[in-house]
């Protein structure tokens, strides 16, 4: 099996958004901690909007200038110690700005898809030369913000002019629709790798593209019940470890306590005590690939516990890989 751990590499998009070094800094540090220990590698897909905010705003305020060498000094450690470090585009940031206190978040453009033709590709050009001007690397790996690629038509152009190959932004039944953002992963295919072409749920053998899904696990109720009182029982182990809020999602939290519904396999919070039974699962249904998501800013002190006897109980009978060892040509 290749085991995949990627992680969201971005701050809180909530009005409370965070800092830099207790969102990003300090949690992926520790996960460069627990892979230099084991000799694994993780894929970060890395928020370049963000970047762009802070290298236009750190000239006039020089409190972002520590953070753009934080996170651009990071970016390029990550990728020097092998980490696999790709494009995650949230084009919010294109109409948000820096008020001299803190960032004002726009989410009214959420999905790539809002914006024209042009400027999907102005952005996905943009985006893309700030990673590899950091890394000196082929940047060939997509994941969506938000999970919000579709409809994937209006994106195909430009991905493929800027040869952006492979995505990981899809999870089996996965839907959500808001007034800001949706998405709806019902027809997918239910592989661990499909090519497609212009339409990311359906399968063409032909297809320019290749989807590399991100796993999925079904949770009752109790589970997120579970959660939230672990966060209020032993906040010191199970609260996130960026000190920001997530961005309201109506309904969302409501959805999660009263029904089951169909989540990615994560190792954000408890999400991770899920682990090992999600790549039981896998391997009984023959699959090949095993896909985690994260985020730095919402892993806790209890999920990198797991994370690290994850890696140590199964690195030796599987394979701890990136999409730039696996995929890139």
């Not at 294109?94 to 590709?121: H, Q, T």
């Not at 800001?180 to 053998?205: G, S």
């Not at 989807?211 to 996130?240: A, C, Q, T």
């Not at 919070?269 to 800013?297: D, E, F, T, W």
Request: hydrophobic share 35%.
């Amino acid at each position: 099996m290749k085991i995949y751990i990627t992680l969201d590499y971005e701050i809180y998009f909530g009005e409370n958004h965070g800092t830099v070094e207790k969102c990003i800094i300090y949690p992926t540090s520790e996960l460069i901690r627990i892979g230099e220990k084991h000799n694994v590698t993780f894929v970060f897909f890395v928020d370049c909007g963000f970047i762009l905010k802070l290298a236009e705003y750190r000239i006039k305020y020089p409190a972002l200038e520590k953070d753009y060498k934080l996170i651009t000094d990071q970016v390029k450690e990550l990728s020097e110690k092998g980490h696999d470090i790709q494009l995650h585009i949230h084009p919010h940031w294109e109409d948000s700005f820096y008020n001299g206190e803190k960032w004002i978040i726009n989410v009214n453009r959420y999905k790539l898809a809002d914006f024209s033709d042009d400027d999907i590709l102005d952005i996905v050009k943009r985006y893309k030369k700030v990673i590899s001007d950091i890394t000196g690397k082929k940047i060939f790996a997509f994941r969506a913000g938000g999970w919000c690629l579709q409809p994937f038509s209006k994106l195909y152009s430009a991905f493929k002019k800027e040869n952006i190959t492979l995505d990981s932004s899809v999870f089996r039944n996965g839907f959500f629709s808001s007034p800001q953002y949706a998405y709806d992963f019902r027809n997918a295919p239910d592989k661990d790798i499909y090519k497609f072409e212009t339409d990311v749920v359906k399968e063409d053998p032909a297809g320019t593209f290749t989807e590399v899904p991100i796993s999925s696990v079904k949770n009752s109720p109790l589970f997120f019940w579970k959660l939230f009182l672990l966060g209020r029982k032993d906040p010191y182990m199970h609260k996130p470890l960026g000190d920001g809020r997530a961005m309201a999602a109506p309904g969302y939290r409501k959805k999660l306590l009263t029904r089951f519904t169909n989540n990615p396999v994560s190792v954000d919070g408890y999400n991770s005590h899920l682990l090992n039974r999600s790549l039981k699962r896998l391997k009984k249904a023959n699959r090949q690939h095993m896909v985690v998501i994260g985020h730095p800013k919402a892993l806790s002190r209890y999920s990198l516990v797991m994370i690290e006897k994850f890696i140590a109980a199964n690195k030796s009978e599987n394979s701890f890989s990136t999409f730039e060892k696996e995929f890139l040509k």
